[in-house]
């Protein structure tokens, strides 16, 4: 299986740290297979930051592979409920269960 590896210096992971884009050339030829590290998932979703932080957004992850977005996403409205009504656990659960129900969806 061929695989592609790239290090990076300044971008969110120390150097020597690998990130791996690709895991087969046979899934990227098969199913488009490619996996966005986790440093441009934070980049990309900087973009809507508004909308990424926003309790009860939706995104679509049309090709959720490990879940990056999504996982991404749902940290950063766990992040506002507990900026905004970590004080009192009631108000705390209560939009951090709103958050996750309107969590993004797969495509699959």
């Not at 592979?65 to 900026?83: C, D, I, Y």
Request: proline share 3%; hydrophobic share 30%; charged share 30%.
């Amino acid at each position: 299986m061929a695989r592609r590896e790239w290090q990076n210096g300044g971008n969110g992971f120390p150097m020597g740290e690998k990130e791996i884009f690709v895991k087969s050339k046979e899934r990227v030829t098969e199913h488009g297979e490619v996996f966005t590290p986790p440093h441009i998932v934070d980049t990309m979703l900087d973009l809507v930051k508004g909308e990424s932080e926003r309790i009860d957004s939706r995104f679509l992850e049309s090709a959720c592979g490990e879940g990056n977005f999504l996982k991404q996403v749902l940290r950063r409205k766990l992040s506002t409920v507990q900026q905004k009504y970590g004080k009192n656990e009631f108000e705390r659960r209560h939009y951090a269960l709103l958050a996750f129900l309107s969590r993004s969806h797969s495509g699959r």
